[in-house]
């Protein structure tokens, strides 16, 4: 299998490999494996999709979750791979550091993690490794590095991530009261602020969808 068979593959299911590596031989956690791909929503189709999957129709607890948990799960076996997931734990996998190790992550100004495309959009579903060695594009440069305003810093209305540790309860409080920004209904203003976000074709109904979830349930 190449890399555009695979990539062929996971698009099927909505997915897109954000990132992948060769795991060290050393690596308890990838002993034995010779690639690890990164999984997120395939953008912009993914959310129409993904409300038609009874995770979202049947109203079933943490649809999003369930649904990648049911999906990667049996795209790691077509592939003969092992799935992992950034929301079973503890204790949790390592995926900011195996994001890191992909090369097209890298640290934003704000401390998220921002892509070479995603931008700031970036948003694990689930990764897979599998057994075999594939030949992976190169790494990219991260895209701040050629930012020159970097608006991420400043739009943030209560400058939750200026001391570099986000500050979940600012956060939450301006979005359940006046919500300047409008991260409420058209997600993070911060997110939205990077000039490669703002390509990538994330929905906006999507990301409103989570900023609800991490409103009402502290996600």
Known sequence: ?????????????????????HPDPEDPELAGFGTLILLSPLEPRF??????????????????????????TALAAALGGQPYFPFTGPPYQPFY???????????????LLVHDRAGLFVSFRGAIALPQKIDLPPPAPSPCATCADKPCVTACPVEAFATGVYDVD???NVIAQTDPKACLTRGCAARRACPVSAEYGRLEEQS??????FLENGL
């Not at 299998?1 to 590596?21: C, E, K, P, Q, W």
């Not at 959310?47 to 990667?72: A, C, I």
Request: one cysteine or more.
């Open 170 to 172: 600012a956060c939450r």
């Open 47 to 72: 959310w129409n999709h993904f409300k038609t999957q009874p995770e979202y129709t049947g109203h079933v607890p943490n649809p999003v979750d369930q649904w990648s948990s049911r999906v990667v």
């Open 208 to 213: 409103s969808y989570h900023m609800r979830v």
């Open 97 to 111: 550091q195996w994001a890191l190790n992909t090369g097209r992550c890298h640290p934003s100004p704000i401390n």
């Open 1 to 21: 299998m190449n890399y555009a068979t695979l990539s062929r593959a996971v698009g099927a299911m909505h997915l897109d490999i954000l990132g992948a590596f």
